[in-house]
Structure formats: C-alpha cells, structure tokens
C-alpha cells in the first residue's frame, strides 16, 4: 500500500473517531504545555466578573480537540459555579483566543 494512501487512512478513521461528541476527547492537562490556554481562559472569567481572581484553580475536566491548531475545552469550578471555556491555540501564531464561555451550573438560592 502506498505511504501516503495508509496515512491518508488511518487520518480518516482518526477523524471520524474524534468527529463523535463534537470530536472533542478527554485529555491529560500538563500544566507545562495547557497552561498558558487555561490562563486565558481564568483571565476571561475574571474580566467577565464571573469569578474572583483571587483564587488557585484548576480544571476539573479538561478536554481537547485538533482544528486549525487546537481547541481546548475548561470545566472550571469555583465554589458552587460551573463554567466550561473554550480557548484555540495556534502556537505557530503565538495565538490563545477564547472561543465561548458557558457557565453549565449556578447554585440554587
């Protein structure tokens, strides 16, 4: 089989297995390499007043998905309030953009 037809292959089968659930797929945050993208994402929050700044968070869920560059995907929690953020990367372009911010819990008072 060709080099490039088997590679053509497996990218297809990959595509299609990460095209379920929106083709995001739960992945291991590294605070070396999703650190950066997670601090957009805090800092978004913070300019929206959707959380304080004072505190130490990290993502209780953490997924991602390839795109033109990647699309990360925050579960962040603080206190009782749910957010879920979305940030792309583009590193060869030096770019972190969020993409949607969605609070996914508010507490019942």
Partial sequence: MNKNLFIAV????LALAYAQNGGYHVAE???KLHGPAFKVA????????LISSNGILHPEAFYQKIVSGVLY???IREGKNVFEVEVWSQPWLKKLEV???KQIHTPKN
Avoid: G
């Avoid at 497996?10 to 089968?13: G, H, Q, R, Y």
């Avoid at 805090?42 to 007043?49: A, P």
């Fill in 29 to 31: 945050y590294n605070e």
């Fill in 99 to 101: 993409q949607s911010v």
């Fill in 73 to 75: 995907k925050f579960v």
């Fill in 42 to 49: 805090i800092q978004r929050l913070v300019e929206l007043k």
């Fill in 10 to 13: 497996i990218a297809c089968c």
